[in-house]
């Protein structure tokens, strides 16, 4: 789960980092309000959508008047800003953040996360922050500090500090830079936080050290024991099919293709998608509805797939093990007639009870698609998906 900005600030702050100061504004009215009770001269207005590289794609702004802020504010709101972290449909912004403009010295940039191949926390920094940290990724890989830290021990005072002399700190900053580094990685700990970007991390003239901007992302499977953090979800930014699988226990990504997928066992769901496209096909989902397939479960994840408008064909394939397939196939034969299916259908049962499944697929008289092996269904769904994209463009 991703939270905006001014959520992250917020959070960080709890935690002993310093940050500029700045208010939640929902509208042109608001944001120079909030303008008025920072004070000063120059405020950014800040674009609060889930993605990075929010400058480049004009969600930052610079005022130096209240008419600057309000016009800001103005171009903002409701405006779908495209970076390459939203892909080409983008995000829409319903919220701002106006913060004090901050008079900066040095940009570094400075992240948490958690790295699944060495089973360590990586604690990743530069001296070069800014918008173009990617690119510096690429082009000068030895100028990005990396650190591994055991859980079970824990970040240690020295690696603090040898982090701050990789960012190129100077002396009388380096206790506060311990400080910000711990209270970073205390927030990452408790918070149950996979991921937590500062860039840019910036050092004032006055030689402050200032979180500038902060990205956050939670670990799902945690949010039952973080209350207060899953009440900071913004589902506005989310997949909107991705929403209401969760919503229905179901274990659902979107993707760009167009043969939807309902498979049980996150192995097999993989292992079908890369043989949809080893056929010749795009998947247009991978859906997990686990080892409790009920006939109504089955029928809410056919409804998730197919309010995708993309799909041209769905694929069913179960493998049964704790599930049943007489118990699959009359959930989808319920779902079936209910919903008035509109696409092919292609079912591949294997498994507990597997001839009784495909009587009842046989005799429920459907037009249902039925296959034996992975590679058998994948094929079907491919040629399906491609009769009907066919039939489309002969009736244009």
Same mark, same amino acid.
């Given at each position: 789960?991703?939270?905006?900005?001014?959520?992250?600030?917020?959070?960080?702050?709890?935690? &002993?980092?310093?940050?500029?100061?700045?208010?939640?504004?929902?509208?042109?009215?608001?944001?120079?309000?909030?303008?008025?009770?920072?004070?000063?001269?120059?405020?950014?207005?800040?674009?609060?959508?889930?993605? &990075?590289?929010?400058?480049? %794609?004009?969600? @930052?702004?610079?005022?130096?008047?209240?008419?600057?802020?309000?016009?800001?504010?103005?171009?903002?709101?409701?405006?779908?800003?495209? !970076?390459?972290?939203?892909?080409?449909?983008?995000?829409?912004?319903?919220?701002?953040?106006?913060?004090?403009?901050?008079?900066?010295?040095?940009?570094?940039?400075?992240?948490?996360?958690?790295?699944?191949?060495?089973?360590? @926390?990586?604690?990743?920094?530069?001296?070069? &922050?800014?918008?173009?940290?990617?690119?510096?990724?690429? !082009?000068?890989?030895?100028?990005?500090?990396?650190?591994?830290?055991?859980?079970?021990?824990?970040?240690?005072?020295?690696?603090?500090?040898?982090?701050?002399?990789?960012?190129?700190?100077?002396?009388?900053?380096?206790?506060?830079?311990?400080?910000? @580094?711990?209270?970073?990685?205390?927030?990452?700990?408790?918070?149950?936080?996979?991921?937590?970007?500062?860039?840019?991390?910036?050092?004032?003239?006055?030689?402050?050290?200032?979180?500038?901007?902060?990205?956050?992302?939670?670990?799902?499977?945690?949010?039952?024991?973080?209350?207060?953090?899953?009440?900071?979800?913004?589902?506005?930014?989310?997949?909107?099919?991705?929403?209401?699988? %969760?919503?229905?226990?179901?274990?659902?990504?979107?993707?760009?293709?167009?043969?939807?997928?309902?498979?049980?066992?996150?192995?097999?769901?993989?292992? !079908?998608?890369?043989?949809?496209?080893?056929?010749?096909?795009?998947?247009?989902?991978?859906?997990?509805?686990?080892?409790?397939?009920? %006939?109504?479960?089955?029928?809410?994840?056919?409804?998730?797939?197919?309010?995708?408008?993309?799909?041209?064909?769905?694929?069913?394939? @179960?493998?049964?093990?704790?599930?049943?397939?007489?118990?699959? %196939?009359?959930?989808?034969?319920?779902?079936?007639?209910?919903?008035?299916?509109?696409?092919?259908?292609?079912?591949?049962?294997?498994?507990?009870?597997?001839?009784?499944?495909?009587?009842?697929?046989?005799?429920?008289?459907?037009?249902?698609?039925?296959?034996? !092996?992975?590679?058998?269904?994948?094929?079907?769904?491919?040629?399906?998906?491609?009769?009907?994209?066919?039939?489309?463009?002969?009736?244009?």
């Amino acid at each position: 789960m991703d939270i905006h900005e001014y959520q992250a600030k917020e959070l960080l702050s709890g935690y &002993g980092v310093k940050t500029a100061e700045g208010g939640l504004a929902y509208s042109p009215e608001d944001a120079v309000q909030r303008a008025r009770e920072i004070g000063g001269h120059i405020w950014a207005v800040k674009a609060q959508i889930h993605s &990075g590289a929010r400058g480049k %794609a004009g969600g @930052i702004k610079i005022c130096k008047t209240h008419d600057e802020v309000e016009a800001a504010a103005g171009q903002l709101l409701g405006k779908r800003l495209v !970076t390459h972290q939203t892909g080409p449909a983008g995000k829409v912004c319903s919220r701002l953040y106006v913060e004090a403009g901050t008079d900066i010295a040095k940009e570094l940039y400075f992240c948490f996360l958690v790295d699944r191949s060495s089973e360590r @926390i990586v604690m990743v920094g530069s001296a070069q &922050g800014g918008m173009d940290i990617e690119e510096l990724a690429v !082009t000068q890989p030895d100028a990005i500090k990396k650190i591994y830290i055991e859980p079970a021990v824990g970040l240690q005072d020295f690696q603090a500090r040898e982090m701050a002399f990789a960012l190129g700190l100077d002396a009388e900053i380096l206790s506060h830079a311990v400080k910000t @580094i711990k209270g970073c990685y205390r927030a990452l700990r408790d918070l149950d936080v996979s991921m937590l970007e500062i860039n840019p991390l910036v050092v004032t003239k006055g030689g402050e050290l200032i979180a500038l901007d902060a990205k956050m992302g939670i670990d799902d499977n945690a949010l039952f024991r973080q209350p207060k953090v899953a009440e900071l979800r913004d589902k506005t930014q989310e997949d909107p099919r991705e929403t209401a699988a %969760a919503d229905r226990g179901l274990s659902y990504v979107g993707l760009d293709g167009d043969i939807g997928c309902m498979i049980n066992g996150a192995g097999l769901a993989m292992a !079908t998608m890369d043989m949809i496209k080893l056929a010749g096909g795009e998947p247009a989902n991978f859906l997990d509805v686990g080892g409790g397939a009920s %006939a109504e479960r089955t029928e809410k994840a056919f409804r998730l797939v197919l309010a995708d408008q993309n799909v041209k064909a769905m694929l069913v394939n @179960i493998f049964a093990g704790i599930n049943r397939c007489d118990w699959i %196939a009359e959930g989808v034969v319920q779902a079936v007639r209910k919903i008035d299916m509109k696409v092919p259908l292609i079912v591949r049962l294997s498994g507990t009870n597997v001839a009784e499944g495909k009587r009842i697929i046989a005799d429920s008289g459907l037009p249902i698609i039925t296959a034996d !092996t992975l590679a058998e269904a994948a094929e079907k769904a491919v040629q399906a998906r491609n009769a009907v994209v066919a039939a489309a463009a002969q009736e244009k």
